[in-house]
């Protein structure tokens, strides 16, 4: 893709393009989101394809004609949808999400002056597979959605495994070390937490080096570490149980994040870490477990690892599932979903600037 300015240089006439992209941008945002719950009702899914034409009339209107297919093989979609020849889910919302997202990013890097990294012959093939979806077999839909998905979600993930701490302030020591050694077995108990502990890590790790490091970072490490423990030692068919866990069931879970915080209080000198574990699970609302805390209540530790670990649980969801990875742009959404409610508003904004810096967060 070039990057070719606007056909008419007029300042006021592009902010004025820009503030309706942006107000329809999130618009649609919202409308997917709706439709999962009801992806039958007709009135969102005419107004979500207005939102889209719109979008792409104004493109053209500005000169940015070639960001226009992206949206063009959207209404591809959006058409057989309205018409009831297919069927509205959460995977083809993921599809619809990340192509808005992806031209959202383009307009921004237009409006920048900045050259995008998405080139005309990668431009082309994204549409085609998102073409694809309307007119294929129910047998091939999950696989050509997939293709579609993995295509428009080429990003590395928000951080990497391997990355070293010490740059947010940590300084291992025999315990921390113990506990990275702990880590390869726990993650190996269920193939679906491969790696997960070390992306919490980094993201949680992340969040509290952008507010100025409030919490200990050798605590704040070790509470991430060890925060599932006692979940390792469950059984594995009530790990990956797919159906809702009976009363019993789900109390035998909850009841990991006592046990992980005993065992680090018993060690000595992880008794904020310990808080944090114990705290993990509240919710700002005050509807979480063990103590139904409020947001005054819980520790600020405790307010990221909720969402740090909720982050990483929505963006590998379809892992027990063989289905593929939840798009980073729809974790985000999720989180932002439940701000000021699950999760501590303050604490939301700080995981935008570290998931989402070039965006505008008000969502």
Not at 31 to 45: G, I, R, T, V, Y
Not at 143 to 159: C, G, R
Not at 319 to 332: E, N, S, T
Request: glycine share 4%; with cysteine; aromatic share 6%.
């Amino acid at each position: 893709m070039t990057t070719a300015q606007f056909s008419s240089p007029d300042a006021e006439m592009v902010a004025d393009f820009f503030n309706d992209f942006e107000e329809a941008y999130q618009a649609s945002e919202h409308l997917l989101l709706k439709l999962e719950k009801e992806p039958s009702n007709d009135a969102l899914l005419n107004d979500l394809f207005r939102r889209v034409h719109t979008i792409k009339g104004n493109l053209i209107y500005v000169g940015l004609v070639d960001i226009c297919p992206l949206l063009q093989s959207v209404e591809d979609v959006l058409e057989p949808l309205r018409k009831g020849q297919l069927r509205y889910d959460d995977l083809l919302s993921d599809v619809i999400l990340l192509a808005m997202d992806t031209t959202h990013e383009l307009v921004e890097n237009r409006l920048q002056q900045q050259a995008s990294n998405l080139g005309e012959a990668q431009m082309q093939s994204i549409c085609e597979k998102i073409s694809r979806i309307a007119n294929c077999e129910p047998s091939q839909r999950t696989a050509i959605i997939s293709q579609a998905i993995k295509a428009l979600d080429a990003e590395a993930e928000l951080a990497a495994p391997d990355s070293e701490f010490s740059k947010h302030g940590v300084v291992l020591n025999n315990d921390l070390r113990f506990f990275a050694q702990l880590l390869p077995a726990i993650d190996q108990r269920s193939p679906y937490w491969a790696g997960r502990t070390q992306r919490i890590a980094e993201l949680a790790l992340n969040m509290n080096s952008a507010a100025g490091a409030p919490i200990d970072a050798n605590q704040l490490l070790a509470a991430v570490y060890m925060h599932d423990f006692a979940m390792a030692f469950l059984p594995l068919e009530l790990l990956h149980k797919p159906e809702k866990y009976t009363a019993a069931e789900r109390l035998r879970v909850q009841a990991h994040v006592k046990t992980s915080a005993t065992l680090m209080q018993e060690m000595g000198n992880w008794a904020q870490a310990a808080n944090i574990i114990l705290q993990h699970h509240e919710q700002c609302n005050g509807a979480g477990y063990p103590n139904k805390l409020t947001e005054s209540e819980i520790c600020d530790g405790a307010k990221i690892l909720a969402i740090a670990d909720a982050f990483d649980a929505c963006v590998n969801s379809r892992a027990h599932v063989d289905q593929p990875q939840r798009p980073l742009i729809r974790a985000i959404l999720e989180i932002n979903r439940y701000a000021g409610s699950q999760f501590s508003q303050d604490w939301v904004n700080i995981f935008n600037q570290i998931a989402r810096p070039k965006r505008t967060q008000s969502h």
